[in-house]
């Protein structure tokens, strides 16, 4: 049982390295096209967030000796490529919300995927990941007052 619980536990920090990292990454190339400061400096410590919740998730796979797995190059290609294109054109203030909350939506997604088919994980492991979703539902809240 411990084995199948540590697989587990490195699934859930996983998921949630995975996610960070893109989330990392997409929110870095939105900012380069916000305008708004608000909106602006919301994101912009959101992706900090991102950063140090990847950096801690990596931390915590290495000191269990778990190797953390990036997205896909295939993926973050086509992040990257869909955000250029939907910035293209427009780069207002709610089509970047929306943009941010389309990809932490898939975040949510993935990583409430991961958990729900986790049980057997660490209990700290599922309580840190859903404080984790429980901020990033939040940060949506936040979102959807600039569309």
Do not use: W
């Not at 411990?2 to 190339?29: C, G, P, T, W």
């Not at 140090?52 to 973050?76: C, M």
């Not at 939506?105 to 979703?133: C, P, V």
């Amino acid at each position: 049982m411990a084995n199948f619980k540590n697989k587990q536990s490195a699934e859930i920090l996983n998921s949630v390295y995975r996610n960070a990292q893109m989330a990392y990454e997409a929110s870095a190339d939105v900012l380069k096209h916000c305008k708004n400061n608000t909106l602006r400096r919301e994101i912009s410590a959101q992706n900090a967030r991102y950063k140090n919740v990847a950096g801690q998730a990596r931390q915590e796979l290495a000191r269990r000796g778990e190797a953390a797995h990036d997205a896909s190059p295939y993926v973050k290609t086509m992040a990257k490529m869909g955000i250029a294109m939907k910035t293209a054109a427009n780069q207002s203030s709610a089509n970047l919300a929306r943009i941010m909350l389309q990809g932490t939506t898939m975040g949510i997604i993935d990583m409430q995927h991961t958990i729900n088919r986790s049980h057997a994980a660490d209990n700290h492991i599922r309580k840190s990941a859903e404080r984790l979703l429980e901020r990033e539902q939040s940060f949506c809240e936040s979102l959807k007052r600039y569309l």
